[in-house]
């Protein structure tokens, strides 16, 4: 009897197992992220062709959804308000039109939305009427209400493809703080990533049940500004330390990554940064296996795909050639004229007329003391003759304000100090390279081979001064005396141009560099300007007519004999 029973037991386990209803499902997940206006394949700042571009990312998801039909999910990762002309078009010139980025995003069909920290510097008059224009939810489970003490936007999204549940959760890198000024994020605070995923993990994991966990991240991979209360960049750390989420895509820091990496459980999570312009996207492709309806295997591989030479989509530049059309005719509109070609590659040698132009503008502008300004293209050239509106965006990348501060000559010479250890090498000897490079970061699209980011190399005007490449960092800058004859003062005030990023703690050179707390920054400001910096560099060039771009000549590296060849091996190294 025994025997009987057991062979019937095995037999209706048969019975089961074969009843049991298996199925698999395939889905493709594309992020996008650090678009930064690059809608059509053309760079209307330079007047050229550009590689990738939205409308060859179009080309592409058409492919991909003829393939897995409405199992493609797309994201968009943030940044994609600020860059090319397409946006300060439609965010400045024309806000009343709709926001390009919101009816772009809508045609492609995207199924979330996260938040840049570039988003964000567009102020809240342009990114809630862009918020409010998309047709897909926009992810930031760290952007917080204060009124309410709940997230600004949605936390995370719900998407559904056949049974399979797949939550994204968003979030932005929280070092805003350290770069805008509050009336941009007015009424809103970043928590830290870390702490926030942990919250949102457990909600979606236990509450949701969701198949698949996503993070549309806007952090970088690690690094950047640190403090006790969060990380600029947290990605790694998060998917290391924080189980739960199966694929990580993040951007931020333009730096094309994809690597798997194992959680704290021993889990794999697939991380991925499609870099930055739409030449690549992440890729993820899931194979899910479902018994009975729920998950029981799940096989997840990513790549970044290479969209730079594939096909234009017409059908999307037909689509938007009103867009296009307007923005040719803004960048076409003629400014002034300039009597010789200046370029940003001379401004990380000496004086150059590319900053010096800057600097100039900047001091009659304002009529401050002193200026601060740093390269914030690596290559940049404004061609000798008509200046045209495109040109604008050569001379001066990114939307920041103009702010007038209060500095001693201390912390004058002090934040020099930690900008110029930022970007130059202390000599050893003749053939030494005089540049701080890093060879590892010859293809990083935000150092270029220097080992740090350009953008935060600032020189000086309004003060003559030598910076000595043989001495250690901390030592290399002598203050001589002021440009117009006067003695320099360390323990007098002064009036400093500069611009709002620096001004705000960006870069940290007013705060690591000159010692000035984070929260005094604000009490040192006696000017802010209404709008961005561009703005009022265009003015002043429309009210002089005409550019004479010339050297200050107030500041050079010393030893000459030992610099000046330098100077010649690095920039061929870096520009030839």
């Known amino acids: 009897m025994k025997t009987k029973a057991m062979i019937l037991l095995v037999g209706l386990g048969t019975i089961s197992n074969v009843m049991a209803k298996q199925e698999t499902v395939n889905l493709k997940i594309i992020e996008t992220s650090d678009v930064h ?62 926001n390009a980025a919101a ?24 990114y809630d009427k862009w918020i409010s224009e998309l047709n897909c939810p926009v992810v930031g489970a760290n952007i917080i209400d204060n009124a309410t003490g709940q997230p600004y936007v949605k936390p995370y999204t ?35 990533m870390a702490k926030s995923a942990a919250k949102w993990i457990d909600i979606v994991r236990k509450e949701e049940k969701a198949d698949v966990v996503v993070g549309l991240f806007h952090s970088g991979w690690n690094g950047g500004i640190s403090t006790l209360h969060y990380n600029e960049d947290e990605c790694e750390y998060i998917a290391r330390n924080i189980p739960g989420f199966d694929i990580i895509f993040f951007g931020h820091d333009h730096n094309p990554r994809c690597v798997t990496v194992n959680n704290t459980k021993g889990e794999p999570v697939l991380c991925l940064d499609p870099s930055c312009n739409a030449v690549y996207v992440a890729d993820a492709d899931i194979q899910l296996t479902l018994t009975d309806g729920k998950v029981t295997d799940k096989k997840i591989n990513g790549r970044l795909t290479d969209v730079s030479q594939m096909a234009i ?16 005719s803004f960048v076409n509109k003629r400014i002034g004229y300039i009597t010789e070609s200046i370029h940003t590659s001379d401004s990380f040698f000496g004086s150059s007329t590319f900053s010096d132009l800057i600097h100039r503008l900047q001091l009659e502008i ?34 920041n304000e103009i702010y007038v501060m209060k500095l001693t000559g201390e912390e004058v010479r002090k934040h020099l100090e930690m900008s110029y250890d930022q970007w130059v090498n202390t000599m050893q000897s003749p053939d030494d390279h005089i540049m701080l490079l890093d060879e590892n970061a010859k293809h990083d699209n935000q150092r270029n081979m220097f080992k740090n980011l350009t953008f935060n190399f600032d020189s000086a005007a309004g003060i ?70 561009r703005y009022y560099l265009t003015k002043e060039i429309e009210c002089q007519g005409t550019i004479i771009p010339h050297k200050l000549d107030n500041w050079r590296f010393i030893p000459e004999d030992w610099a000046e060849p330098a100077i010649r091996r690095d920039r061929k190294l870096l520009f030839e």
């Open 464 to 533: 003559d001064y030598v910076v000595d490449v043989t001495k250690p960092d901390g030592e290399k800058v002598k203050i001589l005396r002021m440009s117009n004859g006067e003695p320099f003062d360390e323990n007098k005030w002064y009036k400093v141009v500069l611009n709002s990023y620096r001004g705000n703690g960006g870069g940290e050179l007013l705060t690591r560099g000159a010692g000035i707390p984070k929260d005094s920054l604000d009490s040192r400001v006696i000017f802010r300007s209404e709008r961005d910096q």
């Open 313 to 328: 989509d017409n059908e999307f530049l037909s689509t938007f050639s009103h867009v296009s059309d307007s923005v040719k």
């Open 103 to 126: 009816e772009i995003v809508n045609w492609l069909g995207y199924d979330a939305q996260a938040v840049g920290n570039h988003d964000i510097e567009t102020g809240h008059a342009v």
């Open 37 to 98: 206006g690059c809608f059509f394949p053309y760079d209307y700042i330079e007047n050229t062709p550009m590689e990738g571009s939205l409308a060859r990312v179009s080309t592409y998801l058409k492919t991909v959804r003829k393939q897995y039909g409405e199992n493609v999910i797309l994201l968009e990762n943030g940044d994609i308000l600020q860059g090319q002309p397409t946006c300060y078009y439609t965010n400045f010139i024309k806000p009343e039109l709709p």
């Open 158 to 192: 719900i998407i559904e493809r056949q049974g399979v549940k797949v939550a994204v959760i968003g979030m932005i890198t929280p070092a805003i703080p350290n770069w805008l000024h509050e009336k941009l994020w007015s009424g809103l605070h970043f928590e830290d």
């Open 366 to 399: 304002t009529h401050a003391d002193i200026s601060f300004n740093a390269p914030l293209t690596f290559d940049a050239i404004v061609h000798k003759g008509d200046i045209h509106m495109n040109d604008m965006f050569k001379l001066y990348r990114y939307e």
